[in-house]
């Protein structure tokens, strides 16, 4: 991402008046001056991304350093401030004019810093009009000020969520002048709790400070409610990564630091999110990330016992099942709309081709749905009901690895649906046999990190929108959705095009992954 760090690379002989104009989009204010004299020898400019500061001062002045400015070249006196870091901006009654915003201090941790200048002359109506300038380039079509009902889960991850939401992640949201209602959640189960009983005129986000688990939950809790589709729709479910599973930030934030996805967040696009109902026994759960059954449900599940290897822990436990060639029979049925990878290919990249809305526009175009419209009904039956006639249900006996996915990072380095499309009505599902040979099997892992593993003739790779799968010969086993466990029982997934909503920095709406 561009942040404050790429500040140093800037010229530092280029006349900042200079900077090419910005065309004026619709909403902003017109005759607004660009720059802003602030002093003898200083100016604010609005440049094309960024914000730049000329003070001849900069060069020499060890004062400024408190305004988190970038030293790195002392004989520099322009600095620039992207837009997409500046957090909020302001003006006092007797001329000072103060800019918040995001500084990067390492390419994973950003923190609030400040410049403030004074107006030459102070001109109430000139600092006004040129803030509103300002925070329209910073803000574009995100909304500002969001309110947020922030969720912290103390239990997350190691343990350190509080620690984290003081340290990192409430002083970009102070910053950024967003309102916070902040709870800890003290039980399991107390996500969904508090979103089904959330005020939603109170607020426009839920953010969880937690890992994928309250997520899954605050969904569910939005879910249950009477007014379940309107709930889904106007209340934004976002992560600021606090836990051991950040896979909702990271394909929305592009990051799973907690402070630079705080950023991501504040700077958030409404972005329309497929949610699906997964059905077993008589219970239908809402799932917005994955569903897994075989090698990657059980390595998830089954090696909690081996937590201290950290993430090599995911590797050493697919490993050990790939060598010993574990299989896991299923018999399974797909309504697939992308049944081979070309089609897969074709439809990633018609989306991803897709124009951005024009500036200022939103992204999200949804209908709002009626105040009293429910969880949408089941188009498929759930796994209860027969097999719906032009579904065929497909013994697979050496089935190794069965996974869904609705986005595309599962883990930090494991894109492993590159493919995937948040609102294209489908989930991503992939097959791959457990009785592959061993080098070869071993290279599909790889292939995981390396973004190779897509092209793999033994992955097999669709798009579908409905599937059953029963596993069979086997007593007992482990069945992953979002990464908690479920009964190890049949199941049916149908999915709910754009029924939920989070917030994105893609003004397509795509995930924060290497497509294919
Ligand atoms: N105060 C609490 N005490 C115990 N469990 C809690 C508490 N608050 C939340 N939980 C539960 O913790 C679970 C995991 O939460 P979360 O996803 O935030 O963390 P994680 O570290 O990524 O998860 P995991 O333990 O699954 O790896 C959720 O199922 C949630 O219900």
């Known amino acids: 991402m561009t942040m404050a760090a790429t500040a140093g690379r800037d010229d530092p002989f280029r006349d900042p008046s200079l ?24 100016s604010l400019t609005l440049g094309t991304d960024s914000l730049v500061v000329l003070d001849e001062e900069l060069q020499d002045s060890k004062s400024a350093r408190c305004c988190g400015l970038s030293f790195s070249n002392a004989s520099k006196s322009t600095r620039s401030i992207p837009f997409y ?32 200048y004074k107006l030459d002359k102070p001109d109430s109506a000139l600092a006004e009009a040129w803030i509103e300038k300002l925070l329209d380039r910073a803000y574009g079509a995100s909304q500002r000020q969001k309110r947020i009902k922030v969720l912290v889960n103390p239990f997350g991850g190691q343990g350190g969520a509080v620690k984290m939401y003081h340290k990192s992640i409430a002083p970009i949201l102070a910053a950024a002048r967003c309102t916070l209602d902040v709870e800890k959640t003290t039980h399991q189960g107390h996500g969904v709790e508090i979103a089904q009983a959330l005020d939603m005129d109170a607020y426009d986000v839920v953010a969880c400070c937690s890992g994928d688990g309250i997520p899954h939950e605050v969904w569910n809790g939005l879910g249950k409610r009477p007014d379940a589709a309107l709930a889904l729709h106007k209340i934004a479910v976002a992560q600021l990564p606090c836990g051991s599973g950040n896979a909702l930030s990271l394909n929305f934030n592009g990051s799973d630091s907690p402070s630079v996805a705080a950023l991501a967040v504040v700077k958030g696009l409404r972005t329309p999110l497929d949610l699906a109902s997964v059905t077993q026994g ?6 917005f990330l994955s569903q897994s059954v075989g090698i990657v449900a059980e390595t998830d599940l089954a090696t909690e016992h081996l937590r201290w290897m950290g993430s090599a822990r995911f590797t050493f436990g697919v490993l050990t099942r790939l060598l010993s060639q574990t299989v896991y029979p299923a018999d399974i049925a797909v309504k697939a709309v992308c049944a081979n990878k070309a089609a897969v290919r074709d439809a990633y990249r018609t989306a991803a081709a897709q124009p951005p809305p024009p500036p200022g526009h939103p992204l999200d175009t949804r209908p709002v749905p009626a105040a009293s419209a429910p969880l949408p009904a089941l188009q498929h039956g759930d ?19 069965f996974y869904a996915g609705n986005i595309s990072y599962m883990s930090p380095d494991a894109n492993f649906f590159p493919a995937a499309l948040p609102s294209d009505g489908c989930i991503d599902l992939v097959r791959i ?10 290279s599909i892992l790889l292939g995981v990190e390396s973004g190779k593993f897509f092209d793999m003739e033994d992955v097999d790779y669709q798009k579908v929108v409905a599937y059953r799968i029963l ?10 959705v979002d990464g908690e466990r479920v009964p190890f029982e049949g199941f049916q997934v149908e999915v709910h095009r754009g029924l939920g909503t989070t917030l994105g920095k893609n003004e397509r709406g795509l995930c924060e992954a290497k497509g294919v």
Do not use: C, F, M
């Open 282 to 287: 008589d219970r239908r759960t809402l799932s």
């Open 433 to 442: 046999n457990g009785d592959v040979p061993r080098l070869r099997a071993v």
């Open 383 to 401: 796994i209860n009901a027969p097999l719906p006639p032009d579904w065929d249900l497909i013994p697979h006996d050496k089935l190794g690895n």
């Open 85 to 116: 870091n500046v957090l909020w901006a302001e003006h006092s009654e007797n001329g000072d004019i103060t800019i918040q915003y995001a500084h990067a201090v390492s390419p994973k941790v950003v923190r609030p810093a400040i410049v403030s």
């Open 19 to 42: 900077v090419p104009k910005h065309t004026a989009q619709p909403g902003e204010v017109a005759g607004v001056p660009d720059t802003l004299a602030v002093g003898r020898d200083a």
């Open 471 to 480: 596993p069979r010969e086997q007593k007992d086993g482990y069945i992953s």
